[in-house]
């Protein structure tokens, strides 16, 4: 069973940085694009970023994050990472990992059907 769970979420002043994590349950990690989504308090779920399965060569990201997040693969650990930086109190948000058979997800109305439970990151002003 394909599930994703996302962890590293937390607490952090403005100008702060996080890295989150999803590992990916089972042995298919490498055939799945991933995503990172998020949801902002009375807003839709948005994507951040993407990255495309294998060896990851294309990543996709949200105008709001460009230059501040990166996403990266470990296909040895099942792992996918979210690091972020300059954090700003607009970033606070519950951040879901997604994952996706085939090209990277560009929106939400492009995401797999696998989603994490999400993990809360806060930013203080």
């Known amino acids: 069973q394909v599930q994703p769970v996302e962890s590293g979420g937390g607490l952090v002043e403005t100008g702060g940085s996080l890295r989150l994590s999803c590992v990916f349950s089972?042995?298919?990690?490498?055939?799945?694009?991933m995503g990172w989504f998020r949801q902002r308090p009375a807003k839709d779920r948005e994507l951040i970023a993407s990255?495309?399965?294998?060896?990851?060569?294309?990543?996709y990201y949200g105008d709001s994050v460009k230059g501040r997040f990166t996403i990266s693969r470990d296909n040895d650990k099942n792992m996918v990472y979210l690091q972020m930086t300059n954090l700003q109190p607009g970033d606070t948000a519950v951040y879901f990992c997604?994952?996706?058979?085939?090209?990277?997800?560009?929106?939400?109305?492009?995401?797999?059907?696998?989603w994490g439970q999400g993990t809360q990151v806060t930013v203080s002003s």
């Open positions: 089972g042995n298919t990690f490498m055939t799945y694009s």
């Open positions: 990255i495309s399965s294998w060896r990851g060569s294309t990543t």
């Open positions: 997604n994952a996706k058979r085939g090209p990277p997800p560009t929106a939400i109305s492009d995401s797999g059907i696998h």
